[in-house]
């Protein structure tokens, strides 16, 4: 196996942010006199873009009182959490020790569901762009494909130009998992937002990127 590239999801990854999406689901939710389930409804919505997630929601039982045109309510997510994401927003730790080692031998990029404003607000506060020589790559590039679709994830290695075969992948997310998977990449999954139980496609579990073992 030929490595040649290490795409990163951004979430849960890169950034520390799922505190954040709690309380802005939260915020969200109970202007609709809904209770938030993170147990049952994080999982669904993980790796989806803001409309997706929207979509998603309003087929959940107990959701009835969300209503209303979906990009109104996307939009109306997002302006919550840009809010959150201005002030909160930090890497995880060991990203920043692992990503200087890595940029050294691989090409690397960001392949997220995260929506451009909030990589915008991210840029603002970490210097994301400037990490990722602008290689920074949304679900807003490949026609808001979501994942578990692998468009990000395909698109991503057509921009720097190297086979599927050829990246590893790491994530958080269930979804995010299949999406790599289905690109035909080698995909290491971290346990920051996730327990293992639920990231058994992966080829590699960890619970920290000190534990991470590049083939």
């Known amino acids: 196996m030929i490595i040649e590239a290490i795409l ?3 979430e849960g990854i890169v950034i520390d942010s799922e505190g954040i ?3 802005s689901q939260i915020a969200f939710l109970k202007k609709r006199g809904i209770k938030y389930d993170r147990e049952a409804v994080k999982p669904l919505l993980t790796g989806q873009s803001l409309i997706d997630g929207v979509r998603v929601m309003k087929q ?3 959701y009835e009182n969300l209503v209303g045109d ?3 309510l996307a939009d109306e ?3 919550i959490v840009l809010d959150l994401f201005k002030t909160q927003i930090n890497f995880i730790d060991g990203f920043e020790d692992f990503h200087k080692e890595m940029i050294t031998r691989y090409d690397t990029c960001i392949s997220t ?3 451009k404003k909030l990589l915008k607000d991210v840029d603002d506060k970490l210097g994301l762009y400037k990490l990722f020589k602008n290689k920074v790559y ?7 494909k979501s994942k578990p679709d692998p468009a990000i994830f395909i698109y991503s290695a057509k921009q720097l130009e190297i086979r599927p075969e050829n990246c590893i992948v790491i994530e958080d997310a269930p979804h995010g998992i299949a999406a790599a998977k289905a690109a035909g990449m080698y995909c290491i999954a971290i346990t ?3 327990p293992s139980s639920k990231l058994q496609q992966a080829d590699q579990i960890v619970k920290s990127y000190d534990e991470i073992i590049i083939p």
Do not use: P
Request: glycine share 8%.
């Open 8 to 10: 990163y999801d951004c």
């Open 21 to 23: 999406w709690d309380k």
């Open 60 to 62: 959940l039982k107990g």
């Open 70 to 72: 979906n990009q109104i």
């Open 77 to 79: 997510r997002l302006e």
């Open 113 to 115: 569901a995260m929506n």
């Open 138 to 144: 949304s679900v807003e590039d490949v026609q808001g």
């Open 192 to 194: 920051t937002t996730y």
